[in-house]
């Protein structure tokens, strides 16, 4: 019979207290960490969507229209040249990507509450990159224009976006129309805990958004050229609809959610890939992803209506 002191037994008994004691401040400590983000979004979220918010947006975008239609002018004139061959026309497509940034705002504070809206949001700002495209290439014939069979096939590609985004636009509406909002959840606080995961993606990508802007402004100053980053934003969204969609599986295998979940992932590469696709082919790839998105929300709402009866 082996004898074991038992002084050695209760350093032992409370070596082993000591470390459940550890673990559990240390999952304390990492919780607590977490809910102060989830309440910063919150507090975010909260003021995002108040009034005084939108009207201050909007007097940045006419700022920015303002500023550059100054300079439109003053290139114009040749009193100032901000670079070669500016004009007018850079002020609407300023005031877009100024825009643009506040929309990609819009669509980060949509993840946690609806992962389809927050896909729609996705198709809104296509929408309207296709059309700050189309006033860009606008921008090339302010002066004299012969109108011959050159000139007609240059104006195909801005047609080809112009048409495009009407298109995008008809195909996000309907896309919103269909949607039915159905919790995968088994229990409420199953939910609040999803939203809570959905809601720390959102604070991530936040900072990531403004890490890439602040690039941008760098490499503005150091390059004389800017070069907007959000290509790199919507590969950011792919890997971000891929983790909604596993970490969804702790609430649901069903085919149908599962399925669902996948063609909105598979939409975002197609966008992403429109972002860097030449004329006509950014617009097909466009209308792919939202043809694809709008069957599957309607085969989907069929299936749940079956379902339900």
């Given at each position: ?167 995008i636009f008809l195909i996000t509406g309907l896309f919103y129309r269909a949607q039915k909002h159905v919790r995968i959840t088994g229990s409420y606080e199953e939910q609040q805990k999803f939203i809570g995961i959905k809601k720390l993606i959102s604070i991530y990508l936040t900072i990531s958004f403004i890490g890439l802007g602040v690039y941008d ?93």
């Amino acid at each position: 019979m082996i004898f074991v002191p038992e002084k050695t037994i209760q350093t032992f008994y409370f070596g082993r207290l000591n470390c459940k004691q550890i673990r559990f401040q240390n999952h304390a400590m990492i919780k607590k960490f977490f809910q102060i983000q989830i309440k910063a979004f919150d507090m975010l979220d909260e003021r995002w969507e108040s009034g005084p918010i939108s009207k201050i947006i909007s007097n940045i975008v006419v700022a920015f229209f303002l500023a550059g239609l100054l300079l439109g002018v003053l290139a114009y004139l040749d009193i100032y040249q901000v670079s070669v061959g500016y004009s007018a026309f850079f002020a609407i497509e300023l005031a877009f990507n100024v825009l643009l940034i506040f929309e990609v705002l819009g669509l980060i504070f949509l993840i946690p509450k609806s992962v389809a809206d927050a896909v729609g949001k996705q198709f809104e700002i296509i929408s309207l990159v296709l059309l700050r495209d189309a006033f860009k290439e606008f921008g090339h014939y302010l002066g004299e224009v012969n109108w011959g069979v050159e000139f007609l096939l240059e104006l195909l590609p801005i047609i080809s976006d112009a048409f495009g985004a009407i298109l995008i636009f008809l195909i996000t509406g309907l896309f919103y129309r269909a949607q039915k909002h159905v919790r995968i959840t088994g229990s409420y606080e199953e939910q609040q805990k999803f939203i809570g995961i959905k809601k720390l993606i959102s604070i991530y990508l936040t900072i990531s958004f403004i890490g890439l802007g602040v690039y941008d402004l760098v490499s503005a100053y150091q390059n004389h050229q800017f070069i907007y980053s959000i290509k790199l934003f919507y590969t950011l969204l792919i890997f971000t609809d891929v983790f909604i969609l596993l970490f969804s599986l702790r609430y649901t295998t069903k085919y149908y959610n599962l399925f669902r979940y996948s063609s909105f992932a598979l939409a975002t590469i197609f966008l992403r890939l429109t972002l860097s696709a030449p004329a006509y082919f950014n617009v097909m790839l466009a209308v792919i992803a939202g043809l694809m998105v709008l069957g599957v929300t309607y085969i989907y709402n069929k299936l749940l209506n079956k379902q339900e009866t």
